[in-house]
């Protein structure tokens, strides 16, 4: 059992696997900045496998019982592809320990690229027992890197708790900046 203190400093991004990667629990409640929306909804989705019935569709059908399985070797894959070039600010994913135990991803590699010909690793996450929404973050090292431009994101399971083989996400969500509205004046 942890105490508080561990849980809390788990909670908190730490350099495990160099400046990208962090250690996170999760936060009951999904929550994001006005200034997003939420970017996937027309993309094209498919996951690398899956059990009968738990298929890329439960990630993203808003209910939090059901889940993607897997089903075969790591790392397990999904792959978000987008007819234009996006900007692109937010990763969330819902796992929960809890319910799911060793098929609780535990690494995760986030890649994105113009296909998949030339995917590269733009974050590396290590989750520590997470239950609930999960928000990684895709800005740079560099404070100006707010966002990338991608046609593909891909999200690979690494590694599951408990040496888990197959794993559960139950939904994810991916978020870019909102499209500023700008006001043209005419002249008469």
Known sequence: MESDAEEEAAATPAAVAGPAAGRLKGSPE???????????K?????VSSCKAGNGVAALRDDNLDTYWQSD????????IQFQKKVQLQLVVLYVDFKLDESYTPSKISIRAGDGFHNLKEVKTVELAKPVGWVHISLSGA???ETFIHTFMLQIAILSNHLNGRDTHIRQIKIY???PEFITYSTIR
């Open 72 to 79: 075969g070797a790591q790392p397990h894959l999904v792959n």
């Open 142 to 144: 560099d404070p100006r």
């Open 176 to 178: 870019g900046p909102r």
């Open 30 to 40: 999904l929550t994001v900045d006005a200034d997003m929306q939420e970017m996937a």
């Open 42 to 46: 027309a993309a094209a989705w498919s």
